[in-house]
């Protein structure tokens, strides 16, 4: 089982910049695949992006590419989210999550097996 928790979150304007952290429990970190999701209020969650196992492959949602940036580090059980530009509309609880297998196949927020409690990213304009 794997335990997460996001941290990074907050107020920042638009155009600004932000990174999240995602720190996972247990040894097998490095056997999952790590992913971003996000919901707006109102909205289902939605998900962004995923990083394979070993960090070679990503899977962007269009939205996200050459703003947003995932990657990780194995050794400190971690996963990040780097977001550029930021927008209004990023608005939004971001949440990271994982899944056994470490494949970016899983492209559904739906597909995810752990989740950690989300982290709040407010951007003003």
């Known amino acids: 089982q794997v335990q997460l928790v996001e941290s990074g979150g907050g107020l920042v304007q638009a155009g600004g910049s932000l990174r999240l952290a995602c720190a996972a429990s247990?040894?097998?970190?490095?056997?999952?695949?790590m992913a971003w999701s996000r919901q707006a209020p109102g909205k289902e969650r939605e998900f962004v992006v995923v990083i394979n196992w070993s960090g070679s492959t990503t899977y962007y949602v269009d939205s996200a590419k050459g703003r947003f940036t995932i990657s990780r580090d194995n050794a400190k059980n971690t996963v990040y989210l780097q977001m550029y530009s930021l927008k209004p509309e990023n608005t939004a609880v971001y949440y990271c999550a994982a899944k056994r297998g470490g494949s970016t196949y899983y492209r559904s927020a739906r597909e995810y097996d752990y989740w950690g409690q989300g982290a709040q990213v407010t951007v003003s304009s």
């Open positions: 247990g040894r097998s970190f490095s056997t999952y695949a």
